[in-house]
């Protein structure tokens, strides 16, 4: 196994088991690993590290995956974290719930994939050179381990180009998943789309906090934003919500989303759906003097990187301000941000930056969360990507 020695004093992140090795880190390659090697990592002074996946293409030159170095990652390992992965999801999947997130990457220590289950289909993000070499393997176990009627690949464009791979988006085995796929998530019923959809078809790591959110929908009306296949409006409709407005700019979205009103046989006259900007809806809505009593902002990753922090603060800003400026008096606004670069602290201040340039006085009544599905590492904090705050404006 061709072993690398980190330069003097890199050793740290590793030690403290983050599974993030930088190409500047590198002191020295041992041999010619091919990308997606499995390589052994050494400190300077030759103490073990960890194994990881080598690729020379990626700003992460290896991505960690084992600390011990009496393990050896063959197909035993693999079978060994897939089962550990899947069987800590049980709990989650029931009558109600037959969708949920499998493998999470990095916090089930196989950098670079993404499995989620759809009833009786997986959909597998493939996002590491390491992942793709033993892609074959990941597929029989997962065949034998979960018995699927089909597995499909929904690997993400930008973050394979990153590793240098090819992009994919197709049927690895099996049958191929119907065009709009039934799932259901706490009871309520989803088509789904996997091969057109966006991410891997569903955003199944919303599931708690729509649950949440739907409590306080009650005899309310409901401004949705950024809706796509209707979670939020969805979950408010089966909470007796008095009407609901959906707001996505994808016209497959909105389609879904009616789809997914039918399928549940809830009173279409209680729904509204726009395929629109949010931004430019928000402001149409403002002018109308359109006030609603819950809203819902979810908007996709406005900060991919770090480097992208302060463009991103300003679009949850302006966002939130035109969200809070829409409420009644009292009104509730369940506000998201999905970038990792975003920690709480930080959106907690650009919400507060919002609502002093709406002029109104904000209470937090509840933080949101990814679910169980999505576990964080404690030594790896970018994958706490998921935050939001329950918001009473005042
Ligand atoms: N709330 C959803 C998930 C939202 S994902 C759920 O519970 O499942 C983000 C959504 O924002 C996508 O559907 C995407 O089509 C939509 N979107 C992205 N930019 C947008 C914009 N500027 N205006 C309206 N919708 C947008």
């Not at 590793?163 to 259901?184: R, S």
């Not at 934003?225 to 016209?251: I, K, Q, R």
């Not at 679009?315 to 990792?340: H, I, P, V």
Request: aromatic share 10%; hydrophobic share 40%.
């Amino acid at each position: 196994m061709v072993e690398i020695v980190l330069k003097k004093g890199k050793e740290k992140a590793a030690l403290q088991r983050h599974p993030w090795v930088f190409s500047g880190a590198l002191e020295k390659v041992k041999g010619k690993p091919a990308n997606g090697e499995v390589v052994k990592v050494f400190a300077f002074d030759h103490e073990f590290l960890a194994y990881g996946y080598y690729n020379n293409n990626s700003r992460v030159a290896v991505r960690l995956l084992e600390w011990d170095e009496t393990q050896i990652i063959d197909r035993t390992w693999y079978e060994s974290r897939l089962k550990q992965a899947i069987a800590s999801r049980q709990f989650i999947l029931s009558e109600q719930t037959n969708t949920c997130r499998l493998v999470f990457s990095e916090a089930d220590f196989l950098p670079g994939l993404i499995v989620d289950k759809y009833a009786d289909f997986l959909s597998l993000q493939i996002l590491s050179s390491g992942i793709e070499s033993v892609k074959n393997d990941i597929v029989d176990i997962l065949k034998a381990q979960l018995k699927p009627k089909g597995i499909f690949d929904k690997s993400d464009a930008t973050a394979r180009t990153h590793e240098g791979l090819p992009i994919e988006n197709g049927l690895l085995w099996g049958e191929n998943p119907p065009e709009f796929l039934e799932v259901k998530e706490n009871g309520i019923a989803y088509n789904i789309n996997i091969a057109e959809g966006q991410k891997s078809g569903f955003y199944c790591d919303q599931r708690d906090n729509r649950k949440i959110l739907a409590s306080y929908t009650k005899g309310k009306k409901v401004l949705d934003c950024f809706s796509y296949s209707g979670g939020f409006s969805l979950n408010s409709l089966a909470n007796d919500a008095e009407a609901v407005t959906s707001v996505d700019s994808s016209a497959l979205a909105v389609e879904t989303l009616q789809q997914n009103v039918a399928l549940n046989k809830f009173d279409p006259k209680k729904v509204t759906t726009i395929q629109s900007d949010v931004n430019k809806q928000l402001r149409a809505f403002k002018e109308a003097g359109e006030l609603f009593d819950v809203i819902v902002l979810d908007p996709p990753k406005y900060a991919p990187s770090r480097s992208a922090l302060d463009r991103a603060a300003r679009a949850y800003k302006d966002l939130n301000r035109l969200g809070m400026l829409l409420l009644e008096k009292g009104g509730l606004l369940a506000t998201f941000s999905c970038s990792g670069a975003v920690d709480i602290e930080t959106f907690k201040q650009i919400i507060a930056w919002a609502a002093l340039d709406a002029g109104k006085e904000v209470q937090i009544i509840k933080q949101f969360c990814q679910p169980e599905d999505h576990p964080v590492r404690i030594s790896f904090s970018e994958g706490e990507y998921l935050k939001g705050l329950l918001l009473r404006v005042l």
